[in-house]
């Protein structure tokens, strides 16, 4: 059995907020230390980028003319937009109401994964950008929660993206580390002894999932969760390792 | 919390099987009977198309030219090329190794769905269709399985797409019946009062890859799951609602 365990208890996240500390006041109020073998600790993007000061005050921010070029184009914020750009590394799609990009992390995402929701009292003007690098994070808020235990833990910091042919968003994950973010299967058999067809599993990305139906999105939303009782495969390689290069991509 | 039961002792399934009595006599064993509201019965493709008898034995069906053309394309097995054309309205890519199409579903995925692998001894010159109709399966299942309860439960089919941005599979529902598969939230605020920007949340599609942490791929693959213990939103709507069509199709 797995299970998993919302994070209510913690505080509004501030720029230095030591995150690590804060988490584990919040397992120990739920009743979940110490972490054992196969527990996954989520932690959505935004309380991560809020802990690396990555908001920005949209009256700060001066588009270039590429940027309000294309917030004509998109009808959208041309402050957002430069920010948008700023932040990524191709446009994917560009449409009214529709902006895909690349981020520098590789992802390809709406808004180069820009939120202006849910940051705080009066944050209208403001935007809240991604984690620098979130695997690199998650390893940090890993070794932080994990230094006083031989368990097998991991952490995955998680977001939500949109898909090209399906309604709704599902939970991704951005960073990763003490898990194999990509399970790969290959030349592993089925149990008839043919080789499977699917080699490669998103485990992160699924993880990342799970997760959401606790973290969910707007009133009730819930900043981090634990996964508790995963098998988790040998080896390790972090969420970047998901990301389908741009020479792979089938739609270039 | 949410926790999450894989069903380990179903039976190999057979075409014409009572999959609700065997699932019902699974779950009992597993100490989960009776359901909850709350409880989110999760059955892979596989054994669901495996009772409705969506089993194909290659060596009956005749390639058209076309999928004999298609099948030099991508490399494969023109019989299974014909099945793939049969079961899509429309080619999404064809490159060497990699077909996508549009299902008559609507889902838009690899080979339309067809599957090759842990379909029983001897399976290599076999193909497994999707069902015919899962969403009115899960519903079929729904009612067979709730039917002396009171419990608001609901039921997921479940599959393994790719995507076209990220490496490895993850879980989605082809077929959901007693819950909101796709919930809509446009309106809502976030906690700040401001209007949420993620309007649209796959639900269904979270909950099909949340179960696939335990229903897995390969070796160890176990055909089902319950989930315990979900807030199902209010509303009803089925997999079909989470299908993007096609003229909203980005990449068209």
Chains 1, 2 share one sequence.
Not at 65 to 87: F, H, M, W, Y
Not at 208 to 220: D, I, N, Q, R
Not at 223 to 248: F, K, Q, T, W, Y
Request: charged share 20%; aromatic share 2%; net charge negative.
């Amino acid at each position: 059995m797995i299970s998993i365990h919302p994070l209510y208890d913690l505080p509004e996240i501030a720029a230095g907020d030591d995150l690590a500390a804060l988490l584990r006041t919040s397992l120990s109020s739920a009743g979940l230390l110490p972490l054992q073998t196969g527990d996954v600790l989520v932690v959505t993007q935004k309380i991560l980028s809020k802990m690396e000061g990555r908001m920005v005050d949209l009256a700060t921010v001066v588009p270039s003319p590429g940027a309000i070029e294309l917030a004509e184009q998109t009808r959208k914020d041309p402050r957002l937009i430069e920010l948008v750009l700023q932040e990524s590394t191709a446009i994917v799609r560009a449409v009214p109401n529709i902006l895909i990009t690349r981020h520098r992390l590789g992802h390809v995402m709406a808004n180069s994964g820009i939120d202006r929701s849910n940051i705080g009292p009066g944050a209208t003007e403001r935007a809240l950008l991604l984690p620098i690098d979130p695997d690199r994070s998650a390893r940090q808020l890993l070794e932080a929660m994990s230094s006083n235990s031989d368990s097998r833990m991991a952490v995955v910091i998680s977001d939500s993206f949109g898909r090209p042919w399906r309604h709704g968003v599902v939970g991704v994950a951005i960073g990763a580390a003490g898990l194999p973010a990509l399970v790969d299967r290959r030349g592993d058999q089925d149990r008839d002894g043919r080789r499977l067809e699917v080699t490669q599993i998103a485990l992160a990305d699924q993880i990342a999932t799970a997760a959401a139906l606790v973290t969910g999105e707007g009133a009730e939303s819930v900043p981090a969760a634990l996964i508790r009782g995963l098998n988790l495969p040998e080896g390790e390689n972090c969420a970047g390792a998901i990301v389908r290069p741009m020479d792979e991509d089938l739609f270039q």
